[in-house]
């Protein structure tokens, strides 16, 4: 069963608002010497989640129990890594990527369609994510830590609301389908976040160890063709991204998913206080 570690931080300059994420306003914010990310103080509070049940009969769907998580509060970066920030990265430290090792006719440099220094680093592994955060001093967030980060707050279906806003996120039906855009295009959340829904999917920690990831909060953005990128792409899709339901680590799935993708990227996290600043 997922479980919070607690994390004693104390908060300070933060200005909390429930509900809608349509104004944002006096966040404390703090620059990673290292790659010059901006990150936003995720303030604490909690998150009722659905949690996989710690036994079920074998063969039968999973079950879950709700489980409530308290947050002392943490830093997460504004927006996705971006392409100019992995290229320093690799010119610092030489780092050769999954895709490239396996000679993957697409990779985070040539992805298929343009992409200049400010939009999502993409095509990249989860290892290849927790290779540049080590690198830059920091972690990549728990899928509970994302999803409390990404609601902001809000009850409603997404941090906006519960119908698809344009002004938000990036997704097939404002993109035509073909590739990324570059990083906070849209309206934050109300904790100044970036991009939580839309643009790339985002790797996040499942389980204690963080052997295992998910992704959430993107957008399909390319391959039409695609059999799940399909139909109800701009509903089920995008709600599932954003659901209250953490994944049972699992090493060895049954179905693995791609190590790579031509949409998915990261954001990083720090487990430190305001004084940072």
Known sequence: MHRQLPILICLTGVSLLPGCASVFSGA???RNPKDRMTFVWVPAGSLTVQVPAASRDPGAPDQTVPQEIAFAGFWLGR???TVGQFRRFVKETG?????EKDGHRFTWKSPGFPQAAGHPAIYLSYQDALGYARWAGVDLPTEAEWLYACRAGSATKFYWG???DDRYLWYRSNTGGMGTRPVAGKRPN???LHDMVGNAWEYCKVGEDGACFAVRGGAWTRCAQYRIRQGTLTGNLLEEAVSLQLQRPDPNPKYPPYRWDDDRGFRCLRRTGPEAK
């Open 28 to 30: 404390s914010t703090w």
């Open 79 to 81: 927006t996705e890594v």
């Open 95 to 99: 780092y050769v990527t999954d895709a």
């Open 162 to 164: 519960d119908l698809l």
């Open 190 to 192: 109300a904790w100044g």
